[in-house]
């Protein structure tokens, strides 16, 4: 079926139809803002908080690093177990 007599197009404006110089000024008076939500601010200052902080724990790795060569690190198998059975393992 062919529809005669309708343009789609019709009433729209083609670049060659609109002035340059009232599209550069129409271009220039119109400014994009973003004002972020209270909750994407908190996202944000997390995000950063989390970046910040190493993934080891220095001190901790070389309290147990001494400990291990001091020869007084002890191992308590029932903690151990405690924690697989706890964690499910």
Avoid: C, F, H
Wanted: net charge positive.
């Amino acid at each position: 079926m062919k529809i005669i007599g309708i343009n789609p197009l019709q009433g729209v404006a083609r670049p060659s139809d609109v002035n340059p110089a009232s599209r550069k000024k129409a271009v220039q008076s119109e400014t994009d803002s973003y004002l972020p939500s209270r909750k994407a601010l908190e996202v944000s200052v997390a995000r950063k908080a989390y970046k910040a902080t190493p993934d080891v724990n220095a001190d901790r790795v070389a309290s147990l690093k001494a400990q291990i060569e001091a020869g007084t690190y002890e191992i308590s198998p029932w903690d151990i177990a405690s924690k697989m059975v706890d964690a499910k393992i």
